[in-house]
């Protein structure tokens, strides 16, 4: 609080007079960050889930401290993480599972979301991560893994939006899938 005070040229006194600690600062932060992120109903309900939590995601990537928020605030969210979890809990119930079960399927969807947006923060700045080959010094280890040598590469940073995508989309399916047993 005192490096923010001091980068915003006032003390920690003044953040103090609007925040009552850095938890209720934070979540104030995610709560602005996700204003803008407008969850449809006017369409179909997979698109839209897709859509909307593509949205979540990049707002998450540059600010993946707000997912350890997340995690910690339970009910103490602001109203427009609020609003969009109405959304995406809405479009999840429109997808005709029943009642029981979608609750489930969002802790599935935000399990995912927020499972990615916190791996976001493991790769970032860390080279050694994306590098496309083994270092020397790992290789001999990684030959006992053959699976983990033959696909860890593509476990990198810049595909990581790519592989998020890749499983909401099959979350999505799976939801049809379920839908389409219980008709």
Known sequence: ?????????TG???LYWHVKDKDELLLAILDDSVRDIAVHSEGEWDVLLLDALVRCYEILIPRPALV???WSSAWQL???ILRVADGLIALIA?????HEEVADAYVGVIGLLYGFAGAS??????PRF???EPLPETLDTLQKFPHLLRFGPAIAKDSLAT???????RLIAGIKVRVAELS
Not at 94 to 98: E, H
């Open 78 to 80: 602001g109203p427009e």
């Open 130 to 132: 994306s590098e496309s």
């Open 68 to 70: 350890d928020v997340l």
């Open 121 to 126: 923060r493991g790769a970032a700045g860390n």
């Open 163 to 169: 592989q998020f995508i890749y499983a909401i989309e």
């Open 94 to 98: 429109r997808s005709g599972l029943p």
């Open 12 to 14: 920690p006194s003044t």
């Open 1 to 9: 609080m005192r490096r923010l005070a001091a980068a915003l040229g």
